[in-house]
């Protein structure tokens, strides 16, 4: 299908969330010209491994689309001109009616083939940050090359603040007192969060006592780790909201006794669950910043640089945890935004089923456990 008026891709490009685009176009754009993009592509379809892939919030009118409910969906955007994002895309959601014809008929795609399976896993992930899904695919025995794990400049713009913040502690054990007020902390920053991998400070490398083999994959894990606690910093008091939300929204016309009593029974459930989600995911980040107070105010670094090499076993609670609540958050900010049509009670019922699904409880993983002692 095409549509011109996907929300401007351009204007997607610049602003859309980690969690929310996968923009391979720009990643192709910035490391096309490299061996192991060209060696280790997360798509062969060279169409589809320029993609926008999009995690959509589905309008009314194209929730038919699907054999099953659901609110959100995973977007496959092919732009019509990648050097002019503002003219549109042609689209297919992973998983509608048809999707296996269609992906046949416009890549030549077989039905078994590699990239419908890679995109089987990330329409099962509630988002598509660089840390669960990286994970999401190693567990499948994918590996793409790094760049294709990488966090969106409009996100590194807002985390900042938070993340100088984060590493203020370290600045004087990493490079000495003196060099703070000339900006060592935002250089610090700067370095963790960088999306170019050659960009190492050998300071940095030097304190964790990292080889060089494994500072990339160490400071991958640490920027996943102040990723997620940005995250949830940024959703805690929204989620809050939504908690209490859902115990005063009413849907218009008619309910009946078996609607009111599956409402009521869903609100408790729900606030429940979201309060739950966050408090588990605090938890989860519990362990990580016990592991940083040992470096910064222990002088441990062999004992954190082995918690990040081995830390990766986390990213998949933590980044289905807060995906999770981001969806909650973004969904409900969406459909329940002033202006925004009254919802009924068949929808109503519907979001409360999805969050619900997306906010069950799981046993917490041997993993954490073993972490956490």
Not at 183 to 189: F, K
Not at 221 to 234: E, P
Not at 265 to 288: F, H, P, S, W
Not at 350 to 355: K, N, Q, T, Y
Request: aromatic residues 8%.
């Amino acid at each position: 299908m095409t549509d011109r008026a996907i929300r401007n891709l351009a204007h997607l490009r610049r602003s859309a969330s980690t969690a929310r685009v996968l923009n391979l176009l720009k990643i192709f754009l910035d490391h096309g010209h490299e061996a192991d993009w060209a060696e280790r592509p997360l798509f062969l379809t060279p169409a589809l491994n320029r993609a926008l892939i999009i995690k959509h919030r589905l309008r009314r009118d194209e929730a038919d689309a699907f054999y099953t409910r659901r609110q959100v969906a995973t977007k496959v955007v092919i732009p019509l001109d990648p050097h002019e994002l503002k003219t549109g895309g042609r689209y297919v959601f992973v998983g509608q009616r048809g999707f296996e014809k269609m992906m046949q008929e416009a890549f030549g795609i077989p039905k078994g083939h590699r990239d419908l399976i890679t995109l089987g896993l990330l329409d099962g992930l509630p988002s598509l940050d660089p840390f669960l899904l990286r994970e999401q695919l190693k567990r499948a025995g994918l590996e793409p090359a790094p760049c294709y794990f990488s966090i969106s400049e409009s996100d590194l713009q807002r985390m900042g603040r938070f993340v100088e913040d984060e590493v203020r502690p370290l600045v004087t054990l990493c490079i000495g007192p003196d060099l703070e007020a000339v900006g060592s902390t935002r250089r610090l920053a700067g370095k963790i969060m960088s999306n170019d991998p050659r960009d190492r400070m050998e300071a940095l490398r030097e304190t964790l006592r990292l080889e060089i083999d494994d500072y990339q994959e160490g400071v991958f894990c640490w920027k996943g780790f102040l990723y997620y606690k940005w995250m949830l910093t940024s959703l805690r008091t929204e989620a809050a909201s939504v908690a209490d939300a859902v115990q005063t929204v009413r849907p218009i016309g008619k309910v009946d006794r078996d609607a009111r009593v599956w409402l009521d029974r869903g609100r408790t459930v729900l606030r429940d669950r979201i309060i739950e989600t966050c408090n588990q995911a605090g938890k989860t980040l519990a362990i990580y910043d016990s592991a940083y107070a040992g470096l910064t105010q222990e002088g441990g670094p062999v004992a954190f640089r082995d918690f990040l090499l081995n830390a990766p076993r986390l990213f998949a609670r933590l980044g289905d945890q807060l995906g999770a609540i981001q969806h909650v958050v973004s969904f409900w900010r969406f459909r329940f935004s002033p202006g925004a049509s009254p919802v009924g009670v068949e929808e109503l019922i519907d979001i409360f089923m999805d969050f619900e699904t997306g906010l069950a409880i799981r046993k917490t993983e041997d993993a954490v456990a073993r972490m956490a002692a």
